[in-house]
């Protein structure tokens, strides 16, 4: 999502057919504005004051829609495929 979907506090409109498979991830916001420093160093969108702007108006956001949140932080990409298939109760297949 993006700073101009947090504005509106709604969902947008193209999520809202997709609602009940959607599952958001989240991550602390310091870890968020480190990450971003990396990509555009001393910019707005690398401050914490911006990273925990956008955290909380998702997190509010997807609280009132009843979207599973799952916080990232300290997860593996394993571990987050994983909760997330079982969050959606969605079986995983071995091939």
């Not at 958001?24 to 004051?49: C, G, K, M, V």
Request: charged share 35%; aromatic share 6%; net charge positive.
């Amino acid at each position: 999502m993006t700073p101009d979907d947090l504005e509106d506090g709604c969902l947008p409109q193209r999520l809202r057919p997709f609602h009940d498979r959607l599952f958001s991830l989240t991550i602390n916001a310091e870890r968020l504005a480190h990450i971003r420093s990396e990509r555009r160093p001393n910019s707005r969108y690398a401050s914490q004051q911006q990273c925990r702007w956008e955290l909380e108006r998702a997190e509010r956001l997807f609280k009132r829609e009843r979207i599973p949140m799952l916080d990232t932080t300290h997860t593996s990409v394993e571990e987050i495929s994983g909760k997330v298939l079982e969050g959606l109760h969605i079986e995983r297949r071995l091939l």
